[in-house]
């Protein structure tokens, strides 16, 4: 079945870049996702990227997928303590709804 | 863009005592919408696949007659848990896709029911 696979912590310090990792084993999917939730909060669409694409920037976030490998990563540049949060990737294999990984816990220490 | 409205945010409530958490979507029509739960410190669960107008689809292992699904338009779903306990407390998030998008368009979530049973 679909496996997608995050390491669970990751902390760094105000200002320095963040790279969070994910593996999936579904190579359907057209679309991978980045979500993001704060705590007691609902999950936030950060962006997503389009299969055929190796790369996406949208302002402080870089989104890099390496088809061949099933690799998904997001950077957040200049990460803020804002940015503390639990941040999930997600695909749509063949069935028709999300399938999220375990989520990452960005913990920004000032 | 799309808003998705999830009602209450917060319910504690007796032993035995059945409730109903709506979910909105505000701006845009869904004819599907979703129902996840999450245990402290985990992933999201995919409950159910809410239809509207039809019989929700539930995943295995999650008891039709205990959390029951209504979708009676394209604007709410509800998710009832009925004679909850201890153990159904959870967080439970639902989610709805444009109805005019693809079936690989974003999901936009709720911001999430903490139901805390005693």
């Known amino acids: 079945g679909e496996d997608v696979e995050q390491s669970l912590f990751l902390s760094v310090r105000e200002g320095d870049s963040s790279v969070i990792n994910c593996t999936y084993t579904?190579?359907?999917?057209?679309?991978l996702y980045w979500y993001k939730q704060e705590p007691g909060a609902g999950l936030q669409l950060l962006t997503y990227i389009f299969s055929n694409m190796d790369m996406k920037q949208d302002q402080r976030l870089t989104v890099l997928l390496n088809k061949k490998d099933k690799h998904l990563s997001l950077r957040i540049a200049d990460t803020q303590t804002g940015d503390s949060a639990i941040y999930f990737c997600?695909?749509?294999?063949?069935?028709?709804?999300?399938?999220f990984g375990t989520g990452t816990r960005l913990t920004v220490i000032p | 863009g799309a808003v998705v409205s999830q009602h209450p945010s917060r319910v504690i409530c007796k032993s035995g005592t059945s409730v109903k958490i709506e979910c909105r979507s505000l701006?845009?029509?869904?004819?599907?919408m979703f129902w996840y739960r999450q245990f402290p410190k985990k992933s999201l669960m995919l409950m159910a696949t809410?239809?509207?107008?039809?019989?929700?689809?539930?995943e295995q292992g999650v008891e039709k007659d205990k959390f029951l699904i209504n979708h009676a338009s394209l604007t709410l779903s509800t998710l009832t848990v009925t004679s909850a306990h201890p153990e159904d407390s959870s967080f439970y998030i639902c989610?709805?896709?444009?109805?005019?998008?693809?079936?690989?368009?974003?999901?936009?979530f709720g911001d999430g029911t903490r139901l805390s049973i005693l």
């Open positions: 579904d190579s359907s999917s057209t679309y």
């Open positions: 989610s709805a896709r444009d109805v005019t998008g693809k079936s690989n368009q974003p999901q936009h």
């Open positions: 701006d845009f029509q869904a004819t599907t």
């Open positions: 809410s239809n509207e107008g039809s019989k929700a689809t539930y």
């Open positions: 997600a695909e749509i294999p063949g069935a028709n709804n999300l399938f």
